[in-house]
């Protein structure tokens, strides 16, 4: 049939994400940090992406697709709803003898204490990394923890921590932090994680840490959305680091 549906100029893409978030529906997702549809039938052809691309590289055409499908959309949206949220435990998994079980939730170092043999020494002691809380992941990050409180947060991709030699010592040194990388991960959920996070504690400051490839970008994208759905005029600061650890930005 022939109908309104929008058209992405993979050449003009800069992989910025926020034809992500903008497309209600879900039609539009990054591949190898580039914009594309999922496919015909989730995109309903209105363009609400349009406004949102920096570059221009998103138009709506009219051409032959495959029609719009309400119900493929709902049933996308609700599987990865599914694929987002936490596994539960198995009941009858024990906790290990005498340690901390690896998923749990807890903190350690200057703020909270693991009631842990192997918890790990205070921060900011000589030869010590800085990590004072676990998880790290942002999908496996609690929303509701002690050392949210008055926290300077550091969001950071994934390469950040390889790439960058001070990592501990001058990103993370006195900072909360959370991972993900835009490119790889599934970003489905991440908004609303942070956007909760920010909103349901009392969080000082959030530092977006990214690597300076434009897939990386995305990052900036969530963290700034997050923000805004929180309802807090929360200080955000943005760090660009090239592939050798130097400050870009």
């Known amino acids: 049939m022939l109908r309104n549906i929008v058209h992405i100029d ?25 914009a594309e549809l999922v496919g015909e039938i989730y995109c309903d052809g209105l363009g609400a992406c349009v406004g949102d691309c920096p570059t221009g590289a998103i138009t709506v055409e009219s051409r032959e697709a495959v029609a719009f499908d309400e119900a493929a959309v709902a049933a996308r949206q609700r599987q990865q709803q599914q694929r987002s949220a936490p596994a539960a435990a198995p009941a009858a998994a024990p906790a290990p003898a005498g340690g ?7 903190g350690f170092g200057a703020r909270a204490a693991c009631a842990c043999p192997s918890a790990a020494p205070a921060a900011g002691a000589a030869g010590t990394g800085q990590l004072t809380q676990w998880p790290v992941q942002l999908r496996l990050v609690p929303v509701n923890a002690p050392w949210w409180d008055q926290a300077d947060i550091l969001l950071a991709a994934d390469c950040v921590a390889v790439a960058v030699p001070d990592f501990q010592q001058g990103l993370l040194k006195g900072r909360k932090v959370a991972v ?3 490119k790889l991960d599934d970003p489905s959920g991440y908004v609303e ?6 909103a349901e504690n009392d969080v000082r400051s959030l530092t977006v840490a990214r690597m300076h490839v434009p897939c990386c970008g995305g990052i900036v994208r969530i963290a700034q959305e997050a923000v805004q759905r929180s309802g807090k005029a929360l200080p955000v600061q943005v760090r660009v680091y090239d592939h050798t650890g130097a400050l870009q930005g």
């Open 10 to 34: 993979r050449d003009a893409c800069n992989g910025c994400g926020k034809c992500v978030s903008a497309c209600h529906e879900g039609a539009i997702r990054m591949v190898d940090g580039k």
């Open 100 to 106: 901390c079980p690896g998923t749990r939730a807890f």
């Open 180 to 182: 993900m990388c835009p």
């Open 193 to 198: 994680k942070l956007a909760a996070i920010l």
